[in-house]
Antibody, heavy 121, light 107 residues
Framework: QVQLVESGGGVVQPGGSLRLSCAAS????????MNWIRQAPGKGLEWVAV????????YYADSVKGRFTISRDNSKNTMFLQMNSLSTEDTAVYYC??????????????WGQGTLVTVSS | DIQMTQSPSSVSASVGDRVTITCRAS??????LAWYQQKPGKAPKLLIY???SLQSGVPSRFSGSGSGTDFTLTISSLQPEDFATYYC?????????FGQGTKLEIK
């Protein structure tokens, strides 16, 4: 069965950095795009970034562009999110999600359990 | 960016009721819309994709419709496990965006 396990969350000071990981199993990781989606405490969902299956195409939300970098290692079935210049507004549970694509678009068919990132002094 | 607006923000209903949640996009998104269910402390779960396609394993009491800018999620007969928060999401263009959520509560 598909499993996505995030790790790397924790408490970091404003201006600091953190690297999240998402370990995938139960499907052929190298064939699927992957996403990061976050949810601030008590708030709704915010899509953060996507990386294509071959790592050639990546897109970001405006709120993280230039500060966050998504990457993947298909040999290790793992995706990453490098987060720099963190602010309190980045405090959230971060989910990784597998992309399910039809002819023209992609949705999120499997999600991890999330990892909490808290930005606080 | 495409703005997604859900209504209502919250709704109270009873087991067995029929419930409809609507989602409106700020511009046309063809049929590239998904619905997710989220329970407290859990990750969201995909229910409907491409506006009306039922994700594998999701009960048939869930259905979706719409295209362009206006979409609906209908639960035909509420079950106790359906009380949760529901989100729509557009997948027409980046950045992907979600609605603000609709909390479905027990009356």
């Amino acid at each position: 069965q598909v499993q996505l396990v995030e790790s790397g969350g924790g408490v970091v000071q404003p201006g600091g950095s953190l690297r999240l990981s998402c370990a995938a199993s139960g499907f052929t990781f190298r064939n699927f795009g992957m996403n990061w989606i976050r949810q601030a405490p008590g708030k709704g969902l915010e899509w953060v970034a996507v990386l294509s299956h071959d790592a050639r195409n990546e897109y970001y939300a405006d709120s993280v562009k230039g500060r966050f970098t998504i990457s993947r290692d298909n040999s290790k079935n793992t995706m990453f999110l490098q987060m720099n210049s963190l602010s309190t507004e980045d405090t959230a549970v971060y989910y990784c999600a597998k992309a399910y694509c039809n002819s023209a678009s992609c949705f999120f068919d499997y999600w991890g359990q999330g990892t909490l990132v808290t930005v606080s002094s | 960016d495409i703005q997604m607006t859900q209504s209502p923000s919250s709704v109270s209903a009873s087991v067995g009721d029929r419930v409809t949640i609507t989602c409106r996009a700020s511009q046309g998104i063809r049929g590239w819309l998904a619905w997710y269910q989220q329970k407290p402390g859990k990750a969201p779960k995909l229910l409907i994709y491409a506006a009306s396609s039922l994700q594998s394993g999701v009960p048939s009491r869930f259905s979706g419709s719409g295209s362009g800018t206006d979409f609906t999620l209908t639960i035909s007969s509420l079950q106790p496990e359906d009380f949760a928060t529901y989100y729509c999401q557009q997948a027409n263009s980046f950045p992907y965006t979600f609605g603000q959520g609709t909390k479905l509560e027990i009356k």
